[in-house]
């Protein structure tokens, strides 16, 4: 399913700083030994640079350096979803204070949310909604499919929702799904690892974390909201139902920061914002382009993919239209389990994720690739995993003759 399809069907159914670290630290001429490779759907591998912007000695939130270095966080990351003027809001805390973020400011008590369920985290966020007083009603895919436009239409044209969720990964079955007027993007597991476009695509938030394609170490809340929703929130008629996640706080500390003065409401978390910025230039402004990066991405999916249904594995998406870019989902082979795989391929310094929608948890695994692992070839890390996964078949397959 598109992005513009779910676009289209929505319609018809409802009217640059940098700091130089090298006067702090003296980067190693080569890169340190890497025994283990993390192939986990996040927290992924961080570059050399990043590590060493997080340890940025501790400085106060309040300075005009650090003012400058978050000031450009915030631009950077509305460039990054090709927006002109969405509002972002970098706040302490895991990707799911975006699930509070969302329904405490956009949702008042007693109004009505759609959430698009295409596995395990969609239910947390309906579970979210409902706790800040919100009317929830869902729409479930199949395992490994994409909610039917069919199912959207009727939906739309049965009620009237505030908003309509979706996640654009779900790391439960790696699975993409694309609205762009569906107003509010889920997409911890997908921002700079698939294209998202913002303004073109008529998406109202976009939610996500730090520690996934935006290859920085976890703590990061990263939300993005449109003007719209910006508006949407100040005109609201109830209280908002938060104090930290409060846009009412928020807003003025993300306008004076882009305007490279410090202010405060909560401090923030300053070498965590140190290293998103080293980060977000790599992404942004590295010799790979925005467009190559994503290019790269979707190669490199392929390739796992490809290899591992080879020798007998199988995706949990249901069509190569709904798989994600950044991560696989691979169902075991028939007579394998996690015991047979799992610690062949730890054995042999490959760390993945076990499965994680509850349907079909013992069946599956997942494989995180996205960020440097991607990106820079040169670390050898693709080429690790494939060969780890076959070895570690053909051993299991030997262990039981």
Same mark, same amino acid.
């Given at each position: 399913?598109?992005?513009?399809?779910?676009?289209?069907?929505?319609?018809?159914?409802? $009217?640059? /700083?940098?700091? +130089? =670290?090298?006067?702090?630290?003296?980067?190693?001429? #080569?890169?340190?030994?890497?025994?283990? @490779? !993390?192939?986990?759907?996040?927290?992924?591998?961080?570059?050399?640079?990043?590590?060493?912007?997080?340890?940025?000695?501790?400085?106060?939130?309040?300075?005009?350096?650090?003012?400058?270095?978050?000031?450009?966080?915030?631009?950077?990351?509305?460039?990054?979803?090709?927006?002109?003027?969405?509002?972002?809001?970098?706040?302490?805390?895991?990707?799911?204070?975006?699930?509070?973020?969302?329904?405490?400011?956009?949702?008042?008590?007693?109004?009505?949310?759609?959430?698009?369920?295409?596995?395990?985290?969609?239910?947390?966020?309906?579970?979210?909604?409902?706790?800040?007083?919100?009317?929830?009603?869902?729409?479930?895919?199949?395992?490994?499919?994409?909610?039917?436009? $069919?199912? /959207?239409?009727? +939906? =739309?044209?049965?009620?009237?929702?505030?908003?309509? #969720?979706?996640?654009?990964?779900?790391? @439960? !079955?790696?699975?993409?799904?694309?609205?762009?007027?569906?107003?509010?993007?889920?997409?911890?597991?997908?921002?700079?690892?698939?294209?998202?476009?913002?303004?073109?695509?008529?998406?109202?938030?976009?939610?996500?974390?730090?520690?996934?394609?935006?290859?920085?170490?976890?703590?990061?809340?990263?939300?993005?909201?449109?003007?719209?929703?910006?508006?949407?929130?100040?005109?609201?008629?109830?209280?908002?139902?938060?104090?930290?996640?409060?846009?009412?706080?928020?807003?003025?500390?993300?306008?004076?920061?882009?305007?490279?003065?410090?202010?405060?409401?909560?401090?923030?978390?300053?070498?965590?914002?140190?290293?998103?910025?080293?980060?977000?230039?790599?992404?942004?402004?590295?010799?790979?382009?925005?467009?190559?990066?994503?290019?790269?991405?979707?190669?490199?999916?392929?390739?796992?993919?490809?290899?591992?249904?080879?020798?007998?594995?199988?995706?949990?998406?249901?069509?190569?239209?709904?798989?994600?870019?950044?991560?696989?989902?691979?169902?075991?082979?028939?007579?394998?389990?996690?015991?047979?795989?799992?610690?062949?391929?730890?054995?042999?310094?490959?760390?993945?994720?076990?499965?994680?929608?509850?349907?079909?948890?013992?069946?599956?695994?997942?494989?995180?690739?996205?960020?440097?692992?991607?990106?820079?070839?040169?670390?050898?890390?693709?080429?690790?995993?494939?060969?780890?996964?076959?070895?570690?078949?053909?051993?299991?397959?030997?262990?039981?003759?």
């Amino acid at each position: 399913m598109s992005l513009s399809t779910l676009r289209n069907a929505s319609i018809k159914s409802s $009217a640059s /700083i940098s700091y +130089a =670290l090298a006067r702090i630290f003296s980067y190693p001429s #080569t890169s340190p030994a890497r025994k283990m @490779s !993390t192939d986990i759907p996040g927290p992924i591998e961080v570059t050399d640079e990043v590590l060493f912007a997080n340890a940025h000695p501790s400085m106060s939130h309040m300075s005009p350096d650090f003012a400058l270095v978050f000031g450009d966080c915030i631009r950077m990351t509305r460039q990054l979803l090709y927006s002109k003027d969405a509002q972002p809001f970098l706040i302490a805390g895991s990707g799911t204070l975006g699930w509070d973020q969302v329904s405490a400011n956009l949702v008042e008590p007693g109004e009505n949310a759609l959430v698009l369920h295409s596995g395990y985290f969609a239910d947390s966020f309906a579970d979210c909604l409902q706790t800040y007083g919100a009317n929830v009603d869902q729409i479930k895919a199949e395992i490994g499919g994409a909610v039917k436009v $069919a199912d /959207i239409e009727s +939906a =739309l044209q049965a009620k009237k929702y505030k908003i309509v #969720t979706v996640t654009h990964v779900d790391t @439960s !079955t790696a699975v993409l799904v694309s609205p762009d007027t569906l107003v509010v993007v889920d997409a911890v597991c997908s921002v700079a690892s698939e294209e998202i476009q913002m303004d073109a695509w008529g998406i109202d938030v976009v939610m996500t974390a730090s520690q996934k394609g935006l290859g920085t170490p976890p703590g990061l809340s990263i939300v993005i909201a449109s003007q719209k929703a910006v508006q949407v929130f100040q005109n609201r008629s109830t209280p908002v139902t938060t104090y930290y996640g409060s846009w009412k706080k928020w807003l003025p500390i993300m306008k004076a920061y882009e305007n490279n003065s410090a202010a405060y409401f909560a401090t923030p978390p300053v070498n965590l914002i140190y290293a998103f910025h080293a980060s977000l230039t790599q992404i942004m402004k590295g010799s790979v382009s925005l467009e190559q990066r994503f290019k790269l991405h979707q190669e490199v999916s392929r390739r796992i993919k490809k290899a591992a249904e080879e020798i007998g594995f199988r995706g949990v998406p249901l069509s190569e239209d709904v798989q994600a870019n950044g991560m696989s989902a691979l169902y075991y082979p028939d007579g394998f389990t996690a015991s047979d795989i799992v610690p062949r391929l730890l054995k042999k310094d490959v760390v993945v994720a076990g499965g994680l929608h509850a349907s079909i948890k013992d069946k599956y695994f997942r494989i995180g690739h996205m960020g440097a692992s991607v990106v820079d070839p040169s670390r050898g890390d693709v080429d690790k995993l494939i060969s780890a996964v076959k070895e570690s078949l053909a051993e299991a397959k030997a262990s039981k003759q």
